[in-house]
């Protein structure tokens, strides 16, 4: 069986380290370099189309944790929500219809690994 894979979306100096607290990081970037990535990042794609990557985040995860965020989180967690993937928001964060709500970094793991019924 293949491994779950786990998208983490947000933005915010304030945010990057709790986003890291979840594991390995790919930061899949809308620039045409990997200096758009953070330190907190271990492996960079770069994808030279903007805010056209947003979907590509979210599309490669079979859940996604929302981490801080502005509109970009937002539009991610719609995308998400409209692929079928389990969406948890690190608290706190945004107030979205259909997202599962964590306290830490570990329960918003657990929660976004849980089988779906």
Known sequence: MATAQVSVIGSGVEHEQRA??????????????????????????VTGIGHGRNLAVVASG???????????????????????????????????DGTLRAATPEQAVELALQPTA
Do not use: C, K, Q, S
């Not at 809308?30 to 794609?45: C, F, L, Q, S």
């Open 62 to 96: 079979d859940a996604v944790i929302a981490v801080g965020g502005r509109y970009g989180t937002l539009a991610e967690i719609g995308f998400a929500l409209t692929l079928g993937r389990t969406v948890v928001v690190l608290e706190p964060g945004w107030e979205v």
């Open 20 to 45: 890291e607290e979840v594991g390995t990081t790919i930061g899949i970037v809308p620039g045409e370099t990997r200096a758009g990535a953070n330190a907190w990042t271990d492996h960079v794609v």
